[in-house]
């Protein structure tokens, strides 16, 4: 990950995002991007 984001914190930011009502549909092969689409 980034330097000075460890991977629980990109967790933690990746299950509120759920918890808002996104989902993760792609990841950028080096994994540096996320893509979040808001479920209908």
Do not use: D, H, P
């Amino acid at each position: 990950m980034y330097k000075g984001i460890s991977i629980s914190q990109t967790v933690e930011a990746i299950n509120t995002l759920k918890s808002m009502g996104f989902e993760l549909f792609n990841i950028s092969q080096r994994t540096y991007e996320f893509s979040f689409k808001k479920k209908l």
